[in-house]
């Protein structure tokens, strides 16, 4: 038998391949019943409202491959946004917008990273703890209250603006995306997360430092958690303490609906930019559609019910085809 | 020439063991379970540290901080459970832990696998290193460990358990690997429950005995006899058959034309008669551990009826075991201890389907102190993790889980799979006495002594189909292997 070669099969199509299908498919739809969507004041709705959740979603990507999660990533989002309201009177912009990721990055990567990578707690339990930490605290800063504020061209670019033709968040998230691809493919930290995702004990015995790798994919989520808070702010002119509630579920069903597996060492960053574009599209078709907003959460749940659904089927299939295959070799 | 000496003491795995090791050997650590073996071989990865004791390569005194440092002097450790990552390829898992080509742009994938294919040629693995390394087959995955080691350029492989999930033909050319390997100077220490495994290929053997060096010596000196003696205290008692009653035996249950959904069984049919135990035997991947779980539900098929004393049972899990049937599977981590709960609770857990009122404190702690003193099962209480207990008494407990459900068959699958030699001899005399009480035993088993010794009856199975039905009182080894391994008479 040779196993050399082998036709594509469903088997070994990656996983998103389905949703981008799906995606398509709906592009069209939406085409022909509903001139306005392909408007481009739309289609430019559509990219801006998913650059957040796509920001949010390739940190927590990271937190998942290697077997773990991340949801305080929408506190840190509306914890980002208070921190620069606060900086943003006392020095230059710039200053500001970098001062708040870095303090952001290091406090909450260091508690997640510190608890989870070198202590081993559980990471639902702990970014729980610090879900409620950081919300908490944007809560008891502001009062409540939301803070607008003259936010300036470079703020503006990053969360709503253009950069040349180019809308400045799409910007955002092609550098993003394309420098987590590459750290994934061809960083040996990128292999690792693969590694510890996929079987912590074998990646320990091989002399990977998985405390440092578990540890090191925290402070990315938490920095992109940063990042997509200073967007935020961009895209609004003001911090709320309110922004972001919920979005962590949402972030994590679009990564899911990509082909990332929730118990680690398989998916992709490219899956996670088309699952959560998918879950925005929907969601704009179904507000153009006139269909209440309560129905897209319903929607929502439903799509990621039949990814995983679809996911195990192909799985089966594949095992399937697997234990045939060892039945021809020792019949021969 | 290459001497490692080591004295240490730790809270009780080992005390002052000691083991010299030379290039170019075969070196078997012999041992119960429990004796201390894993821990030394740990300890010499690197993976755990000594409390006390000396390690030297080449005369030089060396220490090791994590299995890093012992990669970068040369040690390398195979372990007894696989530790490939499975959904990343073959060329990936060859250079786990950064031995991956550095290119300009990160990682060179198309060099890494280029040099990934060199090594498993040298293991005479060819194999598209591309591919998911779960697509292999297991015996080949052991390959891919052995190759990362060879790739970390060891001069010293520790295997711990090399053999204990393969079948015999597997087992053969792994060993055609380690002895090129030793040819080429490395120098091999090997961890086997199996005695005709470690007369067959060591060089030199080092026994171990509760947590204590016992001896050492060249294979010339070595005979089965020289190792139980140092290995056990007490040997085991040759097996005593237990006469058999000559009354026409009652049947219990039948297997009808069993077809597996997946395709790893086709059209199987026998039957189980009181009293008795049959043998099944066959390589590695001949359907046997999905045929038993197809007959308990667990796994799906296609067609084909199980009836026990004449009722035909549905296809489930609680039908079987209602109509007295349990199964002991084959991997004790994944499938049939909770790792985390105790001794007792894993034992209670047949007895959680039962009515309220027929459960109570008290009865329970008899169920528990029943059946752990008539199986001798060696804890300190009851209370403790059942991962404390060591293999044997695990599959003990495990025994008499299914036991509690009163059930008219016992089916277990590779059931001392990695069980020292005194605790098989025990589980071996409990079947032996529960088929004299009346029960009908199933043995999977991939070791053709387990199956000579223990059965009154013999099937075999050959790539998913049942190839003979073999009485005890004339068979011959020979046609075992030969139906096991589909050659043509």
Redesign the interface.
């Known amino acids: 038998m040779s196993r050399v070669f082998k036709l594509p099969r469903l088997s070994t199509m990656p996983a998103w391949f389905g949703v981008l299908v799906l995606e398509i498919i709906l592009l069209i739809v939406m085409a022909i019943t509903q001139p306005v969507f392909f408007s481009s004041s739309n289609i430019s709705n559509i990219v801006r409202s998913s650059a957040i959740p796509i920001i949010l979603g390739i940190g927590m990507t990271f937190t998942i491959l290697t077997g773990g999660i991340d949801l305080s990533v929408g506190s840190v989002l509306a914890f980002t946004g208070i921190l620069l309201s606060g900086f943003i009177t006392q020095m230059p912009r710039t200053s500001a917008v970098l001062l708040s990721i870095v303090i952001t990055t290091i406090v909450v990567g260091g508690i997640n990273g510190l608890l989870i990578g070198k202590l081993g707690l559980n990471s639902f339990v702990v970014t729980l703890g610090t879900l409620g930490i950081f919300r908490g605290i944007a809560y008891l800063v502001t009062n409540g209250t939301t803070r607008s504020m003259d936010t300036g061209s470079l703020i503006n670019t990053l969360g709503d603006g253009n950069f040349g033709p180019v809308p400045g968040p799409l910007l955002v998230v092609i550098v993003v995306a394309a420098l987590s691809i590459w750290a994934l493919k061809s960083t040996y930290f990128g292999r690792d997360v693969y590694a510890v995702g996929g079987n912590e004990f074998a990646a320990r015995l091989a002399g990977v430092y998985t405390s440092r790798v578990k540890m090191t994919v925290y402070f990315i989520s938490a920095l992109l958690a940063a990042l997509a808070g200073i967007m935020q702010v961009g895209r609004l002119q003001s911090a709320a303490p309110t922004a972001g509630a919920g979005i962590e579920l949402a972030v994590v069903a679009g990564v899911l609906l990509g082909g990332t597996r929730l118990s680690g060492g398989v998916g992709s960053i490219t899956g996670t930019v088309i699952g959560l574009l998918f879950l925005q599209t929907v969601s704009n078709s179904l507000t153009i559609q006139g269909v209440s907003s309560y129905w897209q959460q319903v929607v929502t749940g439903v799509l990621l019910g039949a990814a995983v659904l679809f996911d195990r089927f192909r799985v089966q299939y594949s095992g399937r085809r697997k234990s045939r295959e060892e039945n021809n070799v020792t019949k021969e | 020439m290459l001497g490692i000496t080591k004295h240490f003491d730790a809270v009780k795995a080992l005390q002052g063991a000691s083991l010299e090791l030379h290039a170019g050997e075969i070196h078997t650590l012999a041992g119960e379970n429990g004796s201390g073996k894993s821990t030394l071989l740990k300890i010499l990865?690197g993976?755990i540290r000594p409390d006390d004791g000396k390690i030297a390569i080449d005369g030089s005194e060396v220490s090791f901080n994590?299995?890093?440092d012992a990669?970068s002097r040369g040690i390398s450790?195979v372990?007894q459970?696989?530790?490939?990552?499975?959904?990343?390829s073959i060329a990936?898992n060859v250079f786990?832990?950064?031995n991956?080509t550095r290119g300009k742009?990160?990682?060179d994938?198309r060099d890494t696998e280029k040099r990934a294919v060199e090594v498993l040629k040298r293991l005479n693995l060819n194999?598209?290193p591309k591919?998911e390394v779960s697509?292999l087959?297991q015996h080949e995955q052991q390959l891919v460990e052995i190759a990362?080691a060879m790739a970390a350029d060891s001069n010293i492989l520790l295997l711990d358990e090399p053999t204990s999930s393969l079948a015999p033909n597997e087992v053969e050319a792994l060993f055609k690997v380690v002895r090129q390997l030793r040819d080429e100077g490395v120098a091999i220490v090997m961890i086997s429950h199996r005695m005709s495994e470690m007369l067959d290929i060591s060089d030199r053997f080092t026994v171990l005995r509760d947590s204590k060096f016992i001896d050492t010596s060249p294979r010339a000196g070595v005979t089965e006899d020289w190792l139980i003696e140092r290995m056990v205290l007490n040997k085991p008692k040759k097996g005593i058959r237990l006469e058999k009653s000559t009354e026409k035996p009652e049947l219990v249950l039948e297997v009808k034309a069993m077809t597996d959904?997946?395709?790893?069984f086709q059209d199987i049919s026998f039957n189980l008669y009181k009293g008795e135990i049959v043998g099944l035997a066959g390589?590695a991947?001949?359907?046997r551990t999905?045929l038993v779980e197809a007959i308990v539900g667990l796994h799906p098929r296609k067609s084909g009826d199980v009836v026990v004393a004449g009722q035909t049972i549905g296809h489930s899990t609680r039908a079987t075991m209602n109509a007295g049937v349990a199964l002991v599977p084959d991997d004790r981590r994944e499938k049939s201890t909770i790792h985390d709960m105790s001794i007792r609770d894993n034992l209670l857990l047949a007895v959680h389907g039962r009515p309220q009122k027929q459960r109570s404190k008290k009865s329970e702690e008899k169920i528990v102190s029943d059946w752990v003193s008539k199986f001798k099962i060696k804890m300190s209480n009851p209370y403790a993790p059942i991962s404390s207990l060591s293999g044997g008494n695990q599959q003990k407990v495990v025994i008499a889980r299914c036991l509690e459900t009163k059930p008219k068959v016992l089916i277990l699958d590779e059931a001392t799979r990695g069980i020292d030699l005194g605790a098989k001899a025990e589980i071996y005399q409990i079947l032996r006495e529960l088929a004299a009480e009346g029960l009908a035993i199933l043995v999977v088993s991939s070791e053709l002594s387990e199956i000579f010794e223990i059965s009154d009856r013999v099937l075999v199975m050959?790539?998913?189909d049942l190839t003979a039905d073999l009485d005890r009182s004339n068979i011959e080894e020979s046609d075992v292997v030969s139906a096991a391994t589909?050659a043509k008479k």
């Open positions: 990865a993976v994590g299995v890093r990669m450790m372990s459970e696989l530790s490939l990552v499975p959904h990343l990936e786990l832990g950064h991956q742009l990160g990682i994938w194999v598209n591919e697509s087959p990362r959904r997946g395709g790893a390589l991947g001949a359907g999905e050959h790539a998913g589909g």
